[in-house]
């Protein structure tokens, strides 16, 4: 059996399968695209999905790949068995070989054997062969191909059925699985059974569509699916047992201990966390690299709780600060070669992975914080359970681990309802898994058929509906081919109804990429007649399977029917709006990473005809010099006048010759790229992957005016701007404004800064007039109340209402009555707000006797409903219930006695 590296496994999967004639094909993003049925790529199919179901045509029947996989969610998740089992992870590399209606079993299965067998020597007597209960092609083939009948074996649908969700293409499976024991003890009831039997390669038979009703539709091409997880073949060819002794993970689980200062020995001891630290380094890391940021919802949040679970983990090993960026460093250095992106990447992964740990540093105090009032109020009600639904209140709001509730908890004699706690959580995972499939587009079914039978009758062309989107057509003759009301096919619509009209071809641009669709209207208005046959006003596009546009509207005028002339009417004036604001994002983008970094990278983005609005890669708010830089320099691009330049080249030497492309945006092998401000040397201001519609010029955008800046989540800034049309609106407004408020000021518009700044020192120095009068008050009002003062056990308590604007001036009440008492307790009340609140001074003498004033003012607070606390010398709590503000005050004198003699 050879030995061979991660790396090498990687290439040598690649290189056999390019031999057979298979096209190598680069890893897709981790967020699947256009595929709102996934929360992350879990399969090396995702990508070409559409390829399966036939509604996508590729320039190659045959492919093969090394495809990133996140397996954290639906269906396909893992989380809970990283640390514990030696070979699951959330993160991980998907080898795999595919056939879009090329080649099927025989070949698929005869690929295998060579390449486990015959290239890599796996012992023959150590493979093991399951396949479904009714596949007896499959059982009959891997006799054929090598295998001994005794270890070929039959399972049923648990175990050899494979789909990519609950709906999507499916269909039976073959496994191969390796033994790791004895081999004198190795039988076949311990294939699915046994751990030493380790699944290494499964090849899937794509047969079937899955519908949401469970209908098995079968595809109109079959073709293979087959998934081998690197690391896996990778512990058999290094002779390791499990995962983590192989050189995908070994230089992580060092560097852990390296960072610890620890030994073997507590590696050893801690084994499961060192694990499950390697792990999530390697997803996160991957993970900000596509784009996904940590954040409250969605993938965003996954993100934050798998860096969060490896920093929890790390904290249990012995870490006190952020680490986690220097574990990462390891990844991105080990596959950096064949993941470029990474190290390109480099800089802003470390950074947004340190700011989540230090915010989850910041997190966890506040978290233990709400714990202790938690457990402080189950005390006074003499339980020691903390219920489910605090502990996940605390895990949901706040991030705060279960298994730290769990330990702080025990620390103070308390448990935690995990039961109910379990509950919720899968109540809120069930609630998530709802949404995505909320989100799940209409049905295609109705679109395939249609689609299907315009291009047999020649209505609409074999590669499907054409869009001409890049002539600048205003308008374009054409004919009706189809037609859908109430979501069937129609032969016609009349005035009134809500349709979908398909044409041949469109001048209409389709939502993508940012870039919002096309309005118009779709009409026939034949010579000498006065009135039109039909107008349909468009409203919208969607392209709703590969090959088939649908413009979205209603019939205003007359009746339209399949087959009619017809003519496709852009908004013309909406269209240039559009692509102004679309050429300035690219603009923008430009400048951004010239004056902020080249960590910079697009991470969503809106145009509109009256607005843009661009996400970018940023880990602090850009300040407002700043701002005004970037706006002067995007203005002085577009007063350049450069020429924008398009065309068309492969997705490969695009990247290689530094095109910039978007998070989660899928493309093609052919790609558009949009480039300006090309040098002498052929270095280009920005060039971009970008499939919309753009200006023939930057000086055609127009002003460019920033309207705002802001974060949207962990690590992302928005701005958004407005250009042309919209640029001098906002000019003109804000002029105006500017005209209105110097004449409230009555000084010229060129001086309302200075006059508003002097009227700010006016105010400024009529409010310190003002707390000093209110200063002064206070103190002839709070000095009739020290004969208020009691005698307890020797010492003076005061606790009085008082007339007060806020808790700054009990506060300083406070501190003026216990000074001129000496040593004493004061407590002063007073309603603010319609809330009553309590104040609490202990001078240090008392303090060291004992009384505590965040504790009096607790206890007294419950009466009025209310809680609080502080220090032992000064303290500040607040209640509900106003009327009880006396009852709460005349309980501090034999609080205070209780407490001395204690």
Request: with cysteine.
């Amino acid at each position: 059996m050879k030995r061979l590296s991660t790396n090498e496994i990687r290439q040598q999967f690649l290189d056999y399968f390019k031999s057979k004639g298979h096209e190598i094909v680069e890893s897709s993003s981790l967020v699947p695209a256009n595929d709102p049925t996934l929360m992350f790529t879990n399969a090396g199919m995702v990508q070409f999905k559409d390829a399966f179901l036939g509604l996508e045509k590729r320039a190659y029947r045959r492919a093969a790949t090394s495809q990133k996989v996140m397996r954290v969610s639906g269906k396909h998740n893992d989380l809970e068995n990283v640390g514990p089992s030696p070979r699951h992870h959330t993160f991980f590399e998907m080898l795999g070989n595919f056939s879009f209606g090329d080649y099927f079993k025989r070949e698929a299965i005869a690929y295998a054997w060579d390449l486990l067998v015959n290239q890599w020597q796996l012992p023959v007597e150590r493979l093991w062969f399951s396949v479904y209960e009714d596949d007896d092609e499959a059982e009959r083939l891997w006799i054929e191909t090598g295998a001994s009948p005794d270890r070929v074996l039959r399972f049923g649908k648990k175990d050899n059925w494979w789909s990519m969700g609950d709906t999507g293409p499916c269909g039976p499976n073959t496994e191969i699985h390796f033994y790791w024991g004895d081999l004198a003890t190795q039988t076949a009831a311990g294939v699915n059974q046994d751990d030493e039997y380790l699944e290494i390669w499964n090849l899937v038979f794509m047969q079937y569509d899955q519908k949401a009703s469970g209908e098995l539709v079968p595809l109109p091409s079959p073709g293979v699916d087959t998934g081998a997880g690197l690391e896996r073949l990778a512990s058999i060819l290094q002779g390791t047992d499990n995962d983590y002794d192989t050189d995908a993970f070994a230089p992580i689980m060092d560097r852990i201990q390296n960072l610890l200062g620890a030994d073997a020995a507590h590696r050893a001891a801690h084994l499961f966390r060192y694990r499950a630290v390697a792990d999530h380094s390697r997803a996160i890391t991957f993970l900000i690299a596509d784009g996904v940021l940590p954040g409250n919802e969605g993938r965003s949040y996954v993100v934050r709780m798998i860096l969060r679970r490896a920093a929890r983990f790390g904290k249990l090993l012995g870490f006190d600060g952020p680490f986690l960026a220097k574990v990462a460093e390891v990844v991105i250095d080990q596959m950096g070669d064949h993941y470029t992106d990474l190290p390109q990447k480099r800089d802003f992964i470390l950074q947004t992975i340190t700011d989540e740990e230090e915010r989850f540093q910041r997190t966890l105090t506040t978290g233990l914080a709400l714990l202790d009032t938690v457990m402080d109020r189950l005390a006074d009600e003499q339980t020691s359970v903390i219920p489910g639904d605090q502990a996940f209140f605390l895990w949901d709001t706040y991030g705060f681990p279960v298994d730290l509730t769990r330990d702080v908890a025990a620390e103070r004699g308390f448990t935690v309802d995990e039961a109910g706690f379990r509950v919720l959580l899968a109540e809120q995972k069930e609630k998530s898994r709802a949404s995505v499939q909320d989100k799940v587009a209409q049905d295609v079914g109705v679109y395939a058929q249609l689609l299907a039978q315009l291009q047999a009758g020649g209505l609409v062309p074999a590669g499907g509906v054409e869009q001409r989107i890049y002539e600048n057509l205003a308008e374009l003759d054409t004919v009706v081919a189809g037609i859908i009301r109430n979501g069937a096919s129609a032969q016609e619509a009349h005035s009134g109804d809500e349709v979908e009209i398909i044409l041949p071809e469109t001048p209409f641009y389709v939502e993508s990429g940012g870039q919002v669709s096309d309005t118009g209207e779709i009409y026939y208005f034949p010579e000498d007649t006065e009135q039109p046959v039909f107008v349909v006003e468009v409203r919208d596009t969607r392209r709703r399977i590969p090959g088939l546009i649908t413009h979205i509207g209603k019939v205003t005028q007359g009746s339209v029917r399949v087959g009619d002339p017809a003519t496709a009417a852009i908004d013309t004036e909406r269209r240039w709006d559009i692509m102004r604001n679309h050429t300035a994002t690219h603009v923008l983008h430009a400048v951004l990473r010239e004056r902020l970094g080249s960590h910079v990278h697009q991470a969503g983005s809106l145009v509109e005809p009256n607005r843009l609005r661009f996400d970018f890669t940023h880990t602090q708010a850009v300040p407002k010099e700043e701002l005004a830089e970037i706006e002067r320099r995007a203005n002085e691009i577009i007063l350049a006048n450069y020429a924008v330049k398009t065309r068309w080249t492969s997705h490969k030497r695009a990247v290689e010759e530094g095109a910039m492309a978007l998070f989660g945006e899928k493309y093609g092998d052919e790609v558009r790229v949009v480039s300006f401000g090309e040098d002498e040397d052929g270095r280009s201001l920005s060039m971009e992957l970008c499939g919309g519609t753009h200006v023939d010029s930057t000086a055609e955008i127009g002003g460019f005016r920033v309207v705002s800046e802001g974060s949207v989540a962990a690590g992302v800034r928005r701005i958004e701007a407005v250009t042309g049309r919209g640029a001098e609106t906002w000019t003109e407004q804000r002029l105006r404004t500017l005209e209105r408020v110097a004449g409230v000021l009555h000084t010229k518009p060129d001086e309302v800064e200075s006059a508003a700044r002097a009227l700010q020192e006016q105010n400024q120095q009529l409010q310190r007039d003002l707390a000093q009068l209110r200063h002064k008050l206070a103190q002839q009002n709070t000095g009739a109340l020290l004969d208020q003062a009691v005698q307890v056990n020797g010492i003076k308590v005061l606790a009085v209402p008082v007339e007060a604007a806020d808790a700054d001036s009990m506060r300083q009440m406070t501190d003026w009555l216990r000074d001129r008492l000496g040593s004493s307790v004061v407590v002063v009340g007073a309603v603010v707000n319609e809330k009553p609140q309590l104040v609490a001074a202990v001078t240090p003498d008392l303090v060291k006797r004992g009384v505590h004033a965040g504790n009096l003012v607790r206890d007294a607070a419950k009466l009025m409903g209310g809680g609080g606390g502080g220090r032992p010398d000064m303290a500040q709590a607040g209640g509900k219930d106003a009327s009880k503000l006396a009852e709460a005050l005349a309980t501090v004198p034999a609080w205070v006695e209780k407490s001395l003699e204690s």
